[in-house]
């Protein structure tokens, strides 16, 4: 059974672009989250997507923002990046929201020069 | 005061010891908690998840939850070398649908 599959892997980007960032979840499982993991921050919550709807979000300001297609894949993209956007992003699967385990991708790792 | 609490380590333990992690959390209605184990440069890997107060054993690692404490822990018995790693824990607060981690405690298991 596939894992969590999270492209690009690794990214270099400028100050002010745009960046998407995608995963594919475990085949069946319907919930998708993403975390923004930094060594000063730790592993912080982006926001969370259930059948298409965003469900969740964290504290992040608007210019993190997603979605989700109909086979559960998502996207998340950041506009006008920052420096301190640079981190790794980690794609979590889960079969539904709430209470339940969630598996995670590889990551794709941010640099934001 | 955070959410989720981890001493940050490093804990050094002999090969062979028994490892000894804790957690504790803010949220009393908090119901779900897992501990995921994260070696450098790679994502977390679920190691278990725990529901109900007491203990869980899978193979050599045991969940201990106490909801009265807010506490939850983890026990690695017969440490090997191999897990040596940062152990993050994860909660699932009362009313809400995102995990929210602890910092995480790194491992080393010495040779």
């Known amino acids: 059974k596939a894992g969590v599959t999270q492209t690009p892997r690794y990214l270099i980007k400028t100050r002010g672009q745009q960046v998407t960032l995608s995963c594919s979840p475990i085949?069946?499982?319907?919930?998708v989250s993403w975390y923004q993991q930094t060594p000063g921050q730790g592993l912080q919550f982006l926001f969370e997507?259930?059948?298409?709807?965003?469900?969740n979000k964290g504290n992040f300001p608007g210019r993190f923002s997603g979605r989700q297609f109909s086979n559960s894949r998502s996207e998340m993209n950041v506009s006008t990046l920052e420096l301190g956007d640079s981190a790794l992003y980690l794609c979590?699967?889960?079969?539904?929201?709430?209470?339940?385990?969630?598996?995670f991708g590889q990551g794709t790792r941010l640099t934001v020069v | 005061q955070k959410e989720v609490e981890q001493n940050s380590g490093p804990l050094s333990v002999p090969e062979g010891a028994i490892a000894s992690l804790n957690c504790t959390y803010s949220?009393?209605?908090?119901?779900?908690f897992f501990w995921y184990r994260q070696y450098s440069g790679k994502s977390p890997e679920l190691i278990m998840s725990?529901?109900?107060?007491g203990d869980k054993e899978d193979g050599r690692f045991t969940a201990q939850l106490n909801k009265a404490s807010q506490y939850v822990s983890l026990l690695i018995r017969d440490s090997q070398p191999s897990d040596s790693a940062t152990y993050l824990c994860?909660?699932?607060?009362?009313?809400?649908?995102?995990?929210?981690f602890g910092t995480g405690t790194r491992l080393k298991v010495l040779a």
């Open positions: 979590a699967s889960s079969h539904t929201y709430g209470n339940t385990e969630a598996f």
């Open positions: 085949s069946g499982h319907r919930s």
């Open positions: 997507y259930f059948s298409e709807t965003q469900r």
């Open positions: 949220d009393r209605g908090s119901q779900s």
């Open positions: 725990i529901y109900s107060n």
């Open positions: 994860a909660v699932n607060p009362s009313g809400t649908y995102k995990y929210i």
